[in-house]
C-alpha cells in the first residue's frame, strides 16, 4: 500500500545552518505530496505541496521538489532559525482511496539552538 | 489562524467506556476529518464528513464512529475504549471534498485510556 518514510530524529542544528530532512514515499498513481509543520501546543499547519512531477513547493524559505524517478520530496531550507523549530511531517494523498485521507510520515523532530 | 477548534483538550476515560469528542470547523468549511496521532507517529485517517454523511474511511474498526451537523461541526464517538485507543486526535476541516490541498487543523484532544 502506500506510505511515506521520512528520516528519524530529532534533528538539532545550529541558528543559519542548512536543513535537510529526508522523504521517500511509495505509491500507485500520481500522488500529492505535502509537508505539514506542528509547533508546539498548535495543530499541524500546510508548510508547501507539490501536485505533480518536477514541481516545487515553497514557503517561508523551505522548499521541496517532486523527483518522480526517486519517490522523494526532501525538505530544504537554507538559513534555519530558532522559531523553525517544530516537528516536520511528511504526506502524500491517497488519490486512489478516501477523499480526504492524507498518508503521513512519522514527523522529524527539528530543535535549532541559538 | 487555523479556527479550527476542540474539545475537550485532554481526557481520560478507563477501557471499555465510552467518548465524544468535539470540533468545530473553520467558517466556511463544509468539510470535517478526523485523524488518529499515536505517540511518536503520524496521524492516521479515521473518516471525513462531507455534508453531513461519512464521505470516506481508513482502517478503524466501527466502534469508531463520527456525525457531521448541519453548522458543519462534527463529533467523533469512540466505544468500548481500548488502551491502543490512547492518542491525540485531530480534527482537520477544509472547504470542499474533493481535495486534500486545504486542510485546516485543530489543536487536537489528547485522549488517555487507562
Known amino acids: 500500500g502506500n506510505s511515506v518514510t521520512q528520516m528519524e530524529g530529532p534533528v538539532t542544528l545550529s541558528e543559519e545552518a542548512f536543513l535537510t530532512i529526508n522523504c521517500t514515499y511509495t505509491?500507485?498513481?500520481?500522488?500529492?505530496l505535502f509537508w505539514y509543520v506542528q509547533y508546539p501546543g498548535e495543530g499541524l499547519q500546510l508548510l508547501l505541496k507539490?501536485?505533480?512531477?518536477?514541481d516545487k513547493g515553497s514557503n517561508k524559505g523551505f522548499e521541496a521538489t517532486y523527483r518522480k524517478e526517486t519517490t522523494s520530496f526532501h525538505l530544504e531550507k537554507g538559513s534555519v532559525q530558532v522559531s523553525d523549530s517544530a516537528v516536520y511531517f511528511c504526506?502524500?494523498?491517497?488519490?486512489?482511496?478516501?477523499?480526504?485521507?492524507?498518508?503521513f510520515g512519522k514527523g522529524t523532530k527539528l530543535s535549532v539552538k541559538p | 489562524e487555523t479556527g479550527v477548534t476542540q474539545s475537550p483538550t485532554h481526557l481520560i476515560k478507563t477501557r471499555g467506556q465510552q467518548v465524544t469528542l468535539r470540533c468545530s470547523s473553520q467558517?466556511?468549511?463544509?468539510?470535517v476529518s478526523w485523524y488518529q496521532q499515536a505517540l511518536g507517529q503520524g496521524p492516521q485517517f479515521i473518516f471525513q464528513?462531507?455534508?453531513?454523511?461519512?464521505?470516506g474511511r481508513g482502517n478503524f474498526p466501527p466502534r469508531f464512529s463520527g456525525l457531521q451537523f448541519p453548522n458543519y461541526s462534527s463529533e467523533l464517538n469512540v466505544n468500548a475504549l481500548e488502551l491502543d485507543d490512547s492518542a491525540l486526535y485531530l480534527c482537520?476541516?477544509?472547504?470542499?471534498?474533493?481535495?486534500?490541498?486545504?486542510?485546516?487543523f485543530g489543536s487536537g484532544t489528547q485522549l488517555s485510556v487507562l
Open positions: 482537520a476541516s477544509s472547504p470542499v471534498a474533493e481535495t486534500n490541498e486545504k486542510l485546516f
Open positions: 467558517s466556511g468549511h463544509n468539510t
Open positions: 507539490a501536485t505533480k512531477a518536477d
Open positions: 505509491a500507485t498513481g500520481y500522488p500529492s
Open positions: 464528513y462531507y455534508r453531513e454523511e461519512e464521505n
Open positions: 504526506a502524500l494523498s491517497d488519490g486512489t482511496g478516501s477523499q480526504g485521507n492524507l498518508i
